[in-house]
């Protein structure tokens, strides 16, 4: 009985001490942990293994010293955490040494019981949506080396006491909306390597003193808006490596004492308004890798001392007032890998060397004044992949030497004086996507192997007239050709069979030799949307399909022997059916006239004026009073079925106020700017007081804004719905002369003319046609091109968020870009280690740029086209 008993006391004495270590509290760093995870936002669970357990130094992110007593490192970064971050949960970590945070959701102001822990040397808060002024009370942050707060939403001036931290070596307040000047104290960090204040709202002067920071390696201060010159002063950070100060308002000239930046490697001052020369000190800044210049007012030549720049990767001068010729020492450079001097008025020719002392990827030269011919040596070390040089005075034979440059993708040559025959070899081009020939003085035929380029998407060899030659049997068959142009080339024979014509949607052949009749297979052609076979010698019946109908008269004409809708009709009448016909005809046109005088003497009583039809590519020839009795008289906006049963969108224009010689002018050059991303622009009916626009209505599917509500899209479906609204805005902001802004980019305007969802812009260039005046027209043309651009971004973000982010661009001001990122992320299933997270992000960066409040930081659509292409592909140009 007594072993039994004690047997008892031993288990009841075990219980006890059990139930004491379970009743014990947490350590008070753990117990802290413990609070601040209860008041954050964990959607993700991504601090499940936080628990009273166990102790806070086995905790994931929690890093502590070797005995395990305290908390040295806290790193919830990338976590999807959100909410008001407690700050006085922070107060127990004491000997904190890092604390990172980034990429999370957090709002509100930032906790200033932070700046109270005194060992902290790195505190990373980038990629929140911190908002507010950024606190005081970093002085007690003695040891702090490391403080990045890029993209939040600070407000208010840059913090001026951080300059008081003598360890810190990287500050990074980038990508908020701080205001005012850079404090002129900046200038007093001891030992500061990075700074970083880009992509705020920052203004006034760049203070001189900055000059002063000697142990700066890297400075990004652009994408503010300030006002002067760029301080000479700076020449003197002796130590400074990489330099930004792009899209900055920045006027003057480029200080030459930037050549004592003996150590720069890249320099960025592109988009300012920067003037005269660039220094001949320049040529002495022996380090740079990249030079970025474009897109000021500067003048002058290129410095012949440019040629002691021996580890130059990047010239960019483009869109600049420079001439004269380009050094002989620009070919010389042994790393030089991209060129880009476009927009300019250069002369002279083109270095004989160009390309054979290194690996040249890139060269745009384009719209300046160049001559002489195409270097022989421009692709001898193998990776050229894009040659632009239109629209200079280039003469001479094309190098069959370009054949050989298999890396070549795309290729412009149009608006020169080229002659002799055309060299490619297609089989030995494997990645060439465009080539634009036209313009130029060529011979001896389009290549006979043109369909073996397999990702050749547009050709145009249009206005050669002496090309001669006849179409390749097999061009149809190109797997992914949608543009091909060949007009006005001397072409002779028949049209080849179009039984393999599956991406084709431009063929341009007017103003040729081309004979024999159309083949009902063209019909094989689904996705055509513009033909032009006017002014040849086709014969015989054009085909009554559909794809033949939809064309209209334009694109037929000048053939003599070429009849059938909507041409002539071909049916031979005898000579009595031919007087029969006669007779009844002129009855019924007696007839007709009565009533029409009537109904001319009406309309014209009630809107002044004779009516005048105007058809464009793919209306049928009707005359007014066709297409007014199909409508009557329609509002601002109506649908109306026309007599063949062509069913259009119509849109009134009151032409009070308006020029109307200038309006109908924009008009015609509306009607005929044809591309596979616009809504057909079919005709015109006016008189000296209306004007009538037809547009195309044979979308049956839904709008955007429709399909959106109904259905969510997969990822690489919005991609296409994307770069297909980027491509349409480009053509009519670049490709059309003068530009036509389209006016209400929405998704309500947005249609796809089939099941691949390509898209189409719709009610292009009517709202802008309300604004026109002959005095104010390149303003309207610039503002409208602006309101364009925004429109866009924010369709974008729209598209990305499947429709639940409307008018976007007021949404988002005060909304850090992770925040948004992470929203877009979640409504396309993309997670952080996601490979499609990069595609999303940049589309989202795009978007950005586009709605920033500040309009000169905004880029153009073509630039627009070209981030989007280098996101999916690396082809723009």
């Not at 509290?25 to 942990?33: A, C, I, K, N, V």
């Not at 920052?202 to 400075?219: A, C, D, Q, R």
């Not at 897109?295 to 720049?309: H, K, Q, Y």
């Not at 015609?668 to 809504?679: E, F, K, P, S, W």
Request: hydrophobic content about 35%; aromatic content about 10%; some cysteine.
């Amino acid at each position: 009985m007594k072993s039994k008993l004690k047997l008892y006391d031993y288990f009841n004495i075990f219980l006890f001490f059990t139930s004491m270590a379970e009743a014990t509290p947490p350590d008070p760093q753990t117990e802290s942990l413990l609070n601040l995870k209860s008041q954050l936002t964990d959607n993700s669970n991504s601090l499940k293994d936080w628990s009273e357990k166990v102790t806070c130094c086995s905790w994931s992110g929690v890093r502590c010293n070797q005995n395990l007593t305290s908390v040295i490192s806290l790193d919830l970064s990338s976590k999807n955490l959100a909410g008001i971050l407690p700050g006085k949960h922070f107060l127990v970590l004491t000997d904190l040494v890092e604390l990172n945070i980034s990429y999370n959701s957090f709002s509100g102001e930032f906790p200033t019981e932070i700046f109270n822990m005194t060992n902290l040397r790195s505190l990373d808060i980038s990629r929140n949506n911190f908002s507010g002024r950024f606190p005081n009370g970093g002085l007690n942050l003695k040891n702090l080396i490391l403080l990045d707060a890029l993209s939040n939403s600070f407000t208010g001036p840059l913090p001026i006491h951080l300059s008081q931290l003598e360890k810190l070596k990287v500050l990074n307040l980038a990508g908020s909306y701080f205001t005012g000047s850079i404090p002129s104290q900046y200038g007093s960090f001891k030992n500061l390597e990075f700074l970083h204040l880009g992509g705020n709202l920052l203004s006034g002067y760049i203070p001189k003193e900055l000059g002063s920071l000697k142990t700066l390696t890297h400075m990004e201060i652009g994408y503010n808006s300030y006002e002067g010159v760029i301080p000479w002063e700076i020449g003197n950070m002796s130590e400074l490596k990489y330099l930004d100060i792009a899209g900055a308002n920045l006027s003057g000239r480029l200080p030459k004492h930037f050549s004592n930046l003996t150590k720069l490697e890249s320099l960025f001052l592109f988009r300012n308004h920067l003037s005269s020369e660039i220094p001949w000190e320049f040529g002495e800044i022996t380090c740079l890798v990249n030079l970025d210049l474009s897109d000021n007012n500067l003048s002058g030549t290129i410095p012949e001392s440019f040629a002691g720049l021996k580890n130059l990767k990047l010239l960019n001068l483009m869109y600049n007032e420079m001439s004269g010729i380009i050094p002989d020492g620009i070919a010389q450079l042994p790393c030089l890998d991209t060129l880009f001097i476009w927009n300019n008025y250069f002369s002279g020719s083109l270095p004989k060397s160009l390309g054979m002392n290194s690996k040249l990827r890139w060269v745009d030269v384009s719209t300046n004044s160049l001559q002489g011919e195409i270097p022989q040596g421009i692709c001898s070390r193998g990776v050229l992949f894009k040659l632009i040089l239109f629209s200079n005075n280039f003469t001479g034979t094309l190098s069959p030497s370009l054949s050989n440059c298999s890396t070549l993708v795309r290729i412009r040559l149009e608006d020169n004086s080229f002659s002799g025959v055309i060299p490619f070899t297609f089989n030995q081009l494997p990645h060439i996507s465009y080539i634009d020939l036209s313009r130029n003085k060529l011979t001896g035929g389009i290549p006979q192997d043109i369909s073996k380029a397999t990702k050749l998407d547009y050709f145009n060899i249009s206005n050669n007239p002496e090309l001669g030659g006849k179409l390749p049997l097999d061009i149809w068959s190109a797997p992914n050709l949608h543009n091909f142009s060949a007009s006005s080339c001397s072409i002779y024979g028949c049209l080849p069979e179009f039984k393999s014509c599956k991406s084709i949607t431009v063929i341009e052949l007017s103003n040729n030799n081309i004979s024999g009749s159309l083949t009902p297979s063209l019909s094989a052609c689904f996705s055509l949307q513009k033909m032009d076979f006017s002014y040849n010698n086709l014969s015989g019946t054009i085909p009554s399909d559909k794809v033949f109908q939809s064309m209209g008269k334009h694109t037929y004409q000048g053939n003599a022997n070429l009849c059938g809708r909507p041409l002539k009709s071909c049916t031979a009448y005898s000579s009595r059916k031919i007087v029969s016909l006669l007779v009844a005809c002129l009855l019924s046109i007696l007839l007709m006239l009565a009533a029409t005088l009537g109904f001319y003497y009406i309309r014209q009583r009630s809107q002044g004026g004779y009516w005048k039809m105007l058809s464009f590519l793919g209306l049928a020839h009707f005359t007014a009073d066709d297409v007014l009795r199909s409508f009557g008289s329609p509002e601002a906006a109506s649908k109306a079925v026309l007599p063949t049963g062509i069913t259009v969108i119509v849109r009134k224009i009151e032409l009070q106020g308006k020029n109307k010689d200038v309006l109908l002018h924009v008009l015609t050059q509306m009607g005929n700017a044809r591309h596979v991303n616009l809504v057909r622009l079919l005709g015109l009916c006016y008189n000296n007081h209306l004007v009538y626009v037809l547009y195309d209505n044979n979308m049956q599917t839904a709008t955007l804004a429709e399909k959106m509500r109904t259905k969510k899209k997969d990822w690489s479906t919005k991609k296409r719905i994307i770069y297909g609204i980027a491509k349409g805005l480009y053509f009519l902001h670049h490709e059309c002369y003068p530009a036509i802004p389209h006016g209400d980019v929405k998704s309500t305007n947005i249609l796809f003319d089939d099941d691949n969802m390509e898209p189409c812009l719709g009610e292009f260039g009517f709202k802008y046609m309300l604004h026109l005046n002959t005095d104010q027209m390149n303003h309207v043309i610039r503002d409208e091109q602006q309101k364009d651009i925004y429109s866009f971004g924010e369709l974008v973000l729209e598209i990305l968020t499947n429709g639940e982010m409307m008018n976007a661009g007021r949404l988002i001001q005060n909304k850090a870009k992770d925040v948004l990122l992470r929203q877009v992320y979640m409504e396309n299933d993309v997670s952080f280690s996601d490979f499609k997270q990069g595609q999303v992000q940049r589309l989202v960066e795009v978007a950005l740029l586009c709605i920033t409040s500040n309009e000169s930081h905004r880029p153009c659509m073509e630039d627009v086209l070209r981030l989007l292409s280098e996101a999916e592909k690396g082809l723009n140009r």
